[in-house]
C-alpha cells in the first residue's frame, strides 16, 4: 500500500506530523528500506554523542533511539491487535514513563541496533503478510482511529522525524 492511498479518520491527529515526513512511498519499501539504512545512521554517531542531550530536561541520544524502538513495538501490537480484527480500545501510551523506567546507560551502541533491527524485522513480518483489507481494518488506541495500514506508516515517519531531529539537534 502506498502513502497516498491512506484514508486517515477525521480529525487527523498531531500523527499527521510523522506522516508529512514521508513521501508517496510504498510502505514495505519503506520498512525495509529503513532496516538498512537506520542501523547505518546509527552507527555513524559519534561515541561520545551517544549520552548527550541538547538541554536539560532533553532524552539523550541513546535515549531517543531507544523510544523508537518501544513506539515501533506499541504500534506493533496495536498493528497486530487490529488486523486481526479486534476492537478493543487500547489505551496511549506515555512516553516520558516509559524512559523514567529506562536506564540507557547499560545500552551499548551495538546493542540498540541489534535490538532495532529484531524489532524492524518484526514489523516487517507482520505487515508483509497483511492484505489490503487488513491493512484497512480500523481500530482505536489514545481515544483515536486508526487504520492498520497507518500505523505502519506512523512507524515509518516516526522514526524520520526523530532521525531529523538527531541530525539538527545533537549532531
Request: net charge positive.
Amino acid at each position: 500500500m502506498r502513502r497516498s492511498e491512506l484514508k486517515l479518520p477525521e480529525p487527523v491527529p498531531f500523527y499527521k506530523t510523522y506522516l508529512d515526513t514521508l513521501g508517496d512511498i510504498e510502505l514495505m519499501d519503506m520498512l525495509r528500506r529503513q532496516l538498512v539504512n537506520f542501523p547505518e545512521f546509527i552507527n555513524s554517531l559519534p561515541d561520545g554523542k551517544m549520552d548527550f542531550a541538547y538541554a536539560m530536561g532533553k532524552w539523550t541520544t541513546k535515549e531517543v533511539l531507544i523510544h523508537l524502538i518501544d513506539t515501533e513495538r506499541v504500534f506493533q501490537y496495536r498493528a497486530l491487535r487490529f488486523c486481526r480484527g479486534d476492537q478493543t480500545p487500547l489505551p496511549g501510551f506515555d512516553q516520558d514513563f516509559y524512559m523514567a523506567g529506562l536506564n540507557a546507560k547499560r545500552y551499548s551502541k551495538e546493542s540498540i541496533v541489534e535490538e532495532y533491527k529484531s524489532v524492524r524485522k518484526s514489523s516487517i513480518a507482520l505487515f508483509a503478510h497483511l492484505d489490503r483489507k487488513s491493512l484497512e481494518r480500523i481500530g482505536t488506541a489514545s481515544n483515536i482511529e486508526w487504520s492498520v495500514a497507518t500505523l505502519g506508516f506512523v512507524i515509518c515517519g516516526h522514526q524520520k522525524y526523530h532521525r531529523n531531529i538527531l541530525r539538527e539537534r545533537y549532531l
